[in-house]
């Protein structure tokens, strides 16, 4: 199997490289509104921004930075298909201006304008951020009244353009091919994710590094697995250090990436030198907790009743008997982007050192 990965340098606010209906599943996080490390970025979209801020009109100045964000939830009406999925991760700012202190609500803004354009909103998920502070306070300190809880959650809104689901053909092999199982099933499809344990980023210049909004790869990973089968193509138009293009990669779905700033592209490509790792770390993890749950209800007195076809362990339902994992190969540069040979994962799996041993025990 081969997965393709594009990433086109400019403004997000335009996806005009991409056809009509040319992605299965968006996964994205954008610049949050009201955060300062993003002021410039808005500010050079809009020269009102900075003048609300400098005048202390907040309010101006959130729905200002939100309205260069429409345009693009606008494009992907278009370049998403029919019944795709789109998530976006989102985090709520806090900020003084003119000596007033507020919360403003981008989770609300953002999915106002979904719906607006006509996407179904559908369930979303709230995660957990690490944070490595003792405070979980804003305000007066030690005294009552004027403390503030400190936000340590984002959202994942979640929406499908249009009102029906994705069809495939009967039995589909590349739907059923990337099952999932039936403990994750329960764990992913949770509304509330508590055990995100941090990111990894690889970047180089530290101007480059202060601006970086990425996420923890394990959430578009997570993503991607939920909300697409194999043969997709995933688009991120705030594509970033390119953390949903490894997410991708992993996953052996295909990506499409937007970033308006072009030295990005050339930290990712550090970056991807680790992925054939980091793939089979990921695949390696997933297999493993299987193994465990398996032992677990063996041990309950509880055995799984299906196989799966490709493996030589059992699973909970007849839906994930075909399920398959792949690991990533060799990865070509390209001059439209990247090239990628997945090869799928044998059944005999457990002698081919996935992850080093040190490693299953974090």
């Known amino acids: 199997m081969e997965t393709e990965h594009r990433v086109h340098i400019g403004d997000s606010q335009s996806l005009t490289e991409l056809d009509t209906d040319a992605v299965d599943l968006v996964v994205t996080s ?3 509104p009201m955060i300062e490390m993003w002021d410039d970025l808005f500010g050079s979209l809009d020269p009102e921004i900075e003048d609300h801020l400098t005048a202390g009109r907040g309010r101006d100045a959130f729905e200002a930075m939100h309205a260069t964000l429409d345009s693009v939830w606008a494009s ?4 998403l298909v029919d019944g795709g999925i789109a998530c976006i991760n989102i985090g709520d700012a806090t900020r003084s201006l003119d000596g007033s202190f507020r919360r403003y609500q981008n989770h609300s803004r953002i999915a106002s304008a979904f719906d607006a354009l006509g996407f179904e909103p559908l369930p979303s998920i709230l995660w957990r951020k690490p944070t490595n502070s003792a405070a979980k ?5 030690m005294v009552p009244p004027n403390a503030y809880p400190t936000l340590e959650h984002e959202h994942i809104l979640v929406f499908r353009n249009g ?4 069809s495939f053909e009967p039995n589909a092999d590349r739907r059923y091919g990337a099952a999932y199982f039936w403990e994750e099933r329960n764990r992913w499809f949770s509304d509330l994710w508590t055990d995100i344990t941090g990111r990894s980023q690889q970047l180089t210049g530290e101007e480059s590094r202060e601006r970086s909004g990425a996420f923890p790869l394990v959430i578009p990973y997570r993503l991607i697995c939920m909300y697409s089968v194999y043969g997709d193509t995933v688009l991120d138009p705030f594509w970033g250090t390119g953390t949903t293009t490894l997410a991708a990669m992993a996953a052996g779905r295909n990506s499409v990436g937007k970033e308006l700033d072009a030295e990005f592209q050339s930290a990712f490509d550090q970056r991807i030198e680790a992925v054939s790792q980091l793939t089979d770390e990921i695949v390696g993890r997933r297999l493993t907790a299987h193994e465990s749950f398996v032992d677990e209800r063996r041990a309950d007195g509880k055995p799984l009743e299906y196989r799966a076809e490709n493996y030589e362990f059992p699973v909970m339902t007849g839906q994930e008997q075909q399920i398959r994992f792949y690991r ?3 990865i070509e540069r390209k001059t439209w982007g990247y090239q990628v040979s997945h090869t799928p994962l044998g059944a005999d799996w457990r002698a081919e050192t996935l992850f080093e041993p040190e490693q299953k025990s974090k």
């Not at 306070?137 to 300190?141: D, E, K, L, V, W």
């Open 163 to 166: 009102e029906s689901q994705r």
């Open 30 to 32: 954008p610049p949050y």
């Open 137 to 141: 306070f804003m305000g007066s300190g």
């Open 328 to 330: 990533v190969d060799e």
């Open 76 to 79: 992907l009406r278009r370049v």
